[in-house]
């Protein structure tokens, strides 16, 4: 019945194959990254490839260590195993695989001589079974969410141990899970091992079929963030004339809600008046500095502030020092520890509008507080964890949010015993990166030996 089933899905990848390249043409108008290499979607490599292969199923110092992260977060999750592993496998060849551009881009960083980068495999028996065949890994590692069931289905047939790290498994993506068990039961259940972040997470995906292993922690919270980057961000805010306020990570939609609520505090005057528009409330008060999600909304979001009649200052044109201007707007790639430097106290993007909000973390590793909003569901036990610890604070709206960053950002001493509590609540909680670490390499070894004669 499950072959039959898998049968089916794989009919409908195949069909959904022209709607996939017509998404990843329209992507590509307003991020090129989508345009790249596109026949390695499908299992199609370029010759150069064949010389970074393992040469022979036998040697076993050739075999890729694969690790597959989607996106942006889950790279950066990827980059604090990868810290771990190395020094454990020494001479390790990292087979790097993405889903988005922006995944890619930052995956590049981690790539060291005999490593080798390419998205991963459209779902189908033939695009899996050409990606397996071509690079042969010694085993797979996940990060955190994706499951696709003919990958996993090929692992198990090709005897290649599969397995999901820093594994999160909200209420919602269950609830989808449990509808679709005739088929993500089966895929779930295949993975040779499950690492979650939280009891709970454990507890979900057990209900769809997954062997949880472990329960390690989160990954992010092992970030140690650039101490370069940190020093120019700070250096930055020092030299700002008021307090910065960062809306982190920002998603379609937040920024909207934010200008909305500097309107309703201060009325903002045309963009040719621009400068008259800050002359009181609450945008005099504050330094906004602006980060959205995805790079392909820096225009859209400058357009925005600009038609609410703010002067923007874009990163990308900064030299020795930001420029005035009543916004910055962070329009770079890899450097956040920088804006989480440069802020004071930063609004959580994601958790204002219905989208489970982004990682929190990462801002507290560099001692920077957080407002987040309702909306916490992807993150919620770090969420949890960071207001029990007096790290962050929870409001309703973005009202409330704009209310509370001003205030905090204008309380000296209230704001830095938020940022020492930042530091000591990721401090309280590292250790899952070399957990995950030593426990890959359980897997490697158990794997060896089921190896036939």
């Given at each position: 019945?499950?072959?039959?089933?898998?049968?089916?899905?794989?009919?409908?990848?195949?069909?959904?194959?022209?709607?996939?390249?017509?998404?990843?043409?329209?992507?590509?108008?307003?991020?090129?990254?989508?345009?790249?290499?596109?026949?390695?979607?499908f299992?199609?490599?370029?010759?150069?490839?064949?010389?970074l292969?393992?040469?022979?199923?036998?040697?076993?110092?050739?075999?890729f260590?694969?690790?597959?992260?989607?996106s942006?977060?889950?790279?950066?999750?990827?980059?604090?195993?990868?810290?771990?592993?190395?020094?454990?496998?020494?001479?390790?060849?990292?087979?790097?695989?993405?889903?988005?551009?922006?995944?890619?881009?930052?995956?590049?960083?981690?790539?060291?001589?005999?490593?080798?980068?390419?998205?991963?495999p459209?779902?189908?028996?033939?695009?899996?079974?050409?990606f397996?065949?071509?690079?042969?890994?010694?085993?797979?590692?996940?990060?955190?969410?994706?499951?696709?069931?003919?990958?996993?289905?090929?692992?198990?047939?090709?005897?290649?141990?599969?397995?999901?790290?820093?594994?999160?498994?909200?209420?919602?993506?269950?609830?989808?899970?449990?509808?679709?068990?005739?088929?993500?039961?089966?895929?779930?259940?295949?993975?040779?091992?499950?690492?979650?972040?939280?009891?709970?997470?454990?507890?979900r995906?057990?209900?769809?079929?997954?062997?949880?292993?472990?329960?390690?922690?989160?990954?992010?919270?092992?970030?140690?963030?650039?101490?370069?980057?940190?020093?120019?961000?700070?250096?930055?805010?020092?030299?700002?004339?008021?307090?910065?306020?960062?809306?982190?990570?920002?998603?379609?939609?937040?920024?909207?809600?934010?200008?909305?609520?500097?309107?309703?505090?201060?009325?903002?005057?045309?963009?040719?008046?621009?400068?008259?528009?800050?002359?009181?409330?609450?945008?005099?008060?504050?330094?906004?500095?602006?980060?959205?999600?995805?790079?392909?909304?820096?225009?859209e979001?400058?357009?925005?502030?600009?038609?609410?009649?703010?002067?923007?200052?874009?990163?990308?044109?900064?030299?020795?020092?930001?420029?005035?201007?009543d916004?910055?707007?962070?329009?770079?790639?890899?450097?956040?520890?920088?804006?989480?430097?440069?802020?004071?106290?930063?609004?959580?993007?994601?958790?204002?509008?219905?989208?489970?909000?982004?990682?929190?973390?990462?801002?507290?590793?560099?001692?920077?507080?957080?407002?987040?909003?309702?909306?916490?569901?992807?993150?919620?036990?770090?969420?949890?964890?960071?207001?029990?610890?007096?790290?962050?604070?929870?409001?309703?709206?973005?009202?409330?949010?704009?209310?509370?960053?001003?205030?905090?950002?204008?309380?000296?001493?209230?704001?830095?015993?938020?940022?020492?509590?930042?530091?000591?609540?990721?401090?309280?909680?590292?250790?899952?990166?070399?957990?995950?670490?030593?426990?890959?390499?359980?897997?490697?070894?158990?794997?060896?030996?089921?190896?036939?004669?």
């Amino acid at each position: 019945m499950h072959q039959l089933i898998l049968w089916l899905y794989s009919l409908a990848v195949w069909l959904a194959t022209p709607l996939l390249m017509r998404k990843l043409r329209r992507r590509a108008l307003t991020e090129p990254g989508y345009a790249v290499a596109v026949p390695e979607r499908f299992g199609h490599y370029p010759p150069p490839m064949d010389s970074l292969s393992p040469s022979s199923e036998t040697e076993a110092d050739e075999q890729f260590i694969w690790i597959h992260a989607v996106s942006l977060g889950e790279t950066r999750a990827a980059a604090i195993l990868l810290k771990e592993l190395r020094p454990l496998l020494p001479g390790m060849r990292l087979l790097l695989t993405h889903g988005t551009a922006t995944g890619r881009a930052e995956g590049e960083k981690l790539l060291l001589p005999g490593d080798v980068q390419v998205w991963q495999p459209w779902d189908t028996p033939g695009a899996v079974r050409r990606f397996l065949r071509q690079f042969r890994p010694s085993i797979g590692i996940l990060m955190e969410t994706e499951i696709w069931p003919n990958l996993v289905a090929a692992c198990r047939r090709r005897r290649i141990p599969l397995v999901l790290a820093n594994a999160r498994l909200n209420e919602k993506s269950r609830a989808g899970a449990r509808r679709l068990g005739w088929l993500s039961r089966p895929a779930y259940a295949g993975l040779s091992a499950v690492w979650a972040q939280t009891e709970d997470d454990a507890a979900r995906l057990r209900d769809v079929g997954a062997h949880v292993a472990g329960v390690f922690g989160n990954l992010k919270f092992d970030v140690v963030p650039s101490p370069a980057l940190q020093a120019q961000g700070r250096a930055w805010r020092a030299a700002s004339a008021r307090p910065v306020v960062l809306l982190a990570s920002s998603r379609e939609g937040e920024e909207a809600m934010w200008l909305e609520v500097l309107k309703q505090k201060t009325p903002l005057a045309p963009a040719i008046q621009a400068p008259a528009a800050i002359d009181s409330g609450v945008n005099q008060s504050v330094q906004w500095l602006v980060v959205p999600r995805h790079p392909q909304r820096f225009d859209e979001v400058q357009r925005l502030c600009e038609a609410a009649g703010l002067r923007v200052s874009r990163r990308s044109q900064w030299t020795a020092q930001p420029d005035s201007a009543d916004v910055w707007l962070g329009d770079s790639l890899g450097e956040m520890a920088l804006y989480y430097g440069l802020a004071h106290v930063a609004l959580l993007g994601g958790s204002f509008a219905p989208l489970g909000g982004q990682n929190l973390i990462e801002a507290a590793a560099g001692g920077c507080p957080v407002v987040m909003g309702p909306h916490t569901f992807n993150f919620a036990e770090a969420a949890r964890l960071a207001i029990d610890a007096g790290a962050a604070l929870r409001v309703a709206d973005m009202a409330e949010g704009v209310a509370a960053a001003t205030a905090l950002a204008q309380d000296p001493q209230r704001r830095m015993a938020l940022s020492e509590r930042c530091v000591a609540f990721t401090e309280e909680h590292r250790g899952a990166a070399l957990d995950t670490a030593l426990a890959v390499l359980q897997r490697l070894r158990e794997a060896v030996d089921d190896r036939p004669d």
